[in-house]
């Protein structure tokens, strides 16, 4: 199975790419995600979509709009509470995660293959077969 991010932006305007997303395949909605991090002293978050994997090809996309929405937790803002709505719509829970900021990784790749290993270890990503 691959399983591979796709980064659509940092969640201005793209996140209502990642809200069609959601609508337009809500029969292979697996996870929501919001992913919490500190970045030159701000508290910020990713926002990512988890899809179950296609049939055939077992390709499994994770949708992602990456460190640019204020931590709701901090800073209650319309982005995140967009994404929450979406989420009840579909009775979905928005699973929350500390992770390490992208900024500390040499390559972008290198913080996707950090965060594919932590929701693995989480049980949100299957493991390699």
Known sequence: MIQRFIELGEGYSDLYELLELINANQHRLQHLLAL???LDG?????LVVIL?????GKFQPLYVC????PNPNYSPNK???LFAQTAAVYNKQIHEL?????????????YFQYLIGILRLN???????
């Open 52 to 56: 179950k994997p296609t049939d055939p």
């Open 123 to 129: 049980h949100y990503l299957l493991p390699l077969q």
């Open 42 to 46: 701000r508290e910020l978050t990713s």
């Open 79 to 81: 982005r995140y509470e």
């Open 36 to 38: 919490h991090t500190k």
């Open 98 to 110: 500390s992770v390490k900021p992208s900024s500390i990784f040499y390559e972008k790749e290198l």
């Open 66 to 69: 990456r460190e640019g929405i």
